[in-house]
């Protein structure tokens, strides 16, 4: 009896631990940075960070990514360098290991501090390289791969030539865009990529320059994420913006009302979202 209900026990927690496991095959973590953008892609085996947030919520960032088990980074990508989406960069590139660094490539200026402290902070390091259209980053079978720009300095706006990257896992899809605004979708779509998405990270905080209807059409997700401040002063997200949203019935997240946004993708494909506030 006793060897019975020892095996029972045995099938019973290896049925909890392959369903627990599938269930976090594959964890996205759209992270509360106020007006600006952090994103954390977790595998069982690895971490990736999508830009790092602003200067004031680095030290939250921080935490969020030591609470969440993320105390080393495979890869660190910054979608462009507006401070907004690499200011958190400065509070975590010097406390925690990370594998590579990416970005656009966008020149910056000399002149202005904090393109200089950024240069010295992320360019000079031995493991930074920039990442451009066609190439791709691999991690336990999720693809991470660039759709834009097609080379760095496509454009003088700095929104334009923001990293577009779509994840694959299984039958799952989300393309994160950072700041990708309008100019770069106009030269995009003809490109004739499948841009389709179970999942799409509104570019630019939901601004009214980014997310064009054809751009949705293209995209048709099924959710959308908006990373944004509830005290910003540039009016985001657009009225325009979320009424392409709800007139194509898109299940809209944001940061400034849902706070941590949480999506869980097992692996069939199925996926689950959660929020934190």
């Known amino acids: 009896m006793k060897k019975i209900r020892l095996l029972v026990t045995i099938i019973i927690f290896l049925f909890l631990t392959t369903f627990a496991f599938a269930a976090e095959a594959l964890k996205i973590s759209f992270i509360d940075v106020g007006d600006g953008d952090a994103i954390l892609i977790q595998t069982p ?10 200067l004031l919520y680095g030290q939250k ?11 080393k980074l495979n890869y660190l990508i910054i979608t462009h360098p507006h401070l907004d989406h690499m200011g958190g960069a400065f509070f975590i590139v010097p406390e ?37 259209a ?15 720009p097609k080379q760095p300095n496509q454009h003088k706006s700095f929104n334009a030539n923001s990293l577009a990257i779509m994840l694959k896992y299984k039958k ?9 605004n309008q100019l770069g979708e106009k030269e995009l779509l003809p490109e004739g990529l499948d841009l389709k998405a179970n999942l799409l990270k509104v570019a630019h905080h939901g601004y009214f320059d980014a997310t064009s209807s054809a751009f949705l059409d293209a995209v048709s997700p ?8 509830a005290d910003n002063l540039r009016g985001a997200p657009s009225e325009v913006t979320l009424k392409q949203l709800n007139e194509r ?29």
């Open 222 to 229: 099924q959710i959308a994420v908006i990373s944004v401040d």
């Open 45 to 54: 085996n690895q971490n990736t960070l999508i830009d790092a947030g602003g």
């Open 172 to 180: 799952f899809k989300c393309l994160f865009t950072g700041d990708f």
């Open 96 to 132: 925690l290991p990370i594998g590579e660094i990416f970005d656009n490539g966008q020149d910056l200026d000399d002149n202005e501090d904090i393109y200089r402290w950024y240069k010295k902070l992320i360019r000079r390091r031995a493991n930074y390289h920039t990442l451009k």
């Open 134 to 148: 066609g190439d791709s980053l691999s991690m336990d079978g999720v693809s991470l791969g660039v759709f834009w």
């Open 61 to 71: 960032l921080s935490e969020y990514l030591k609470e969440n088990n993320a105390v």
């Open 249 to 277: 019935r898109v299940k809209v997240y944001r940061t400034d009302k849902n706070g941590n946004i949480v999506v869980t993708v097992q692996e069939n494909g199925q996926f689950l979202i959660n929020t934190q506030r």
